[in-house]
């Protein structure tokens, strides 16, 4: 299995991104997905989320209204539509999937498989 990001890059605040993860080797259509991201220095932490079924979406409370997860099955990929972006959303972008049912959405340990991170920065 592999997740690979795409769509990371620089922009300005205020600006939008749009961040892409695709996976290989399994289909992950009945699987919940989840964004976090790692900001120099500190700790990886929970972005968004969405369900199996695309019917429920959690945020952190930074990025409600200005961030939106959403999935396209066919294409075994999630999204996160970025926009108003701060210079404090700036960090490396992780998505990631769980394997089975977990009933828990922001906890990396619910996640089993993970992309390699693409960076993100906004410039002030």
């Known amino acids: 299995v592999q997740l690979v990001e795409s769509g990371g890059g620089l922009v300005q605040a205020g600006g939008s991104l749009r961040l892409s993860c695709a996976a290989s080797g399994r289909t992950f259509s009945g699987n919940d997905w989840g964004w976090f991201r790692q900001a120099p220095g500190k700790e990886r932490v929970f972005v968004a989320s969405?369900?199996?079924?695309?019917?429920?979406?959690h945020y952190t409370e930074s990025v409600k209204g200005r961030f939106t997860i959403s999935r396209d099955d066919a294409k075994n990929t999630v999204y996160l539509q970025m926009n108003s972006l701060k210079f404090e959303d700036t960090a490396v972008y992780y998505c990631a999937v769980s394997s089975m049912y977990r009933n828990v959405y922001d906890a990396d340990w619910k996640y089993d498989y993970w992309g390699q991170g693409t960076q993100v920065t906004v410039s002030s």
């Open positions: 969405i369900n199996w079924s695309g019917s429920s979406t």
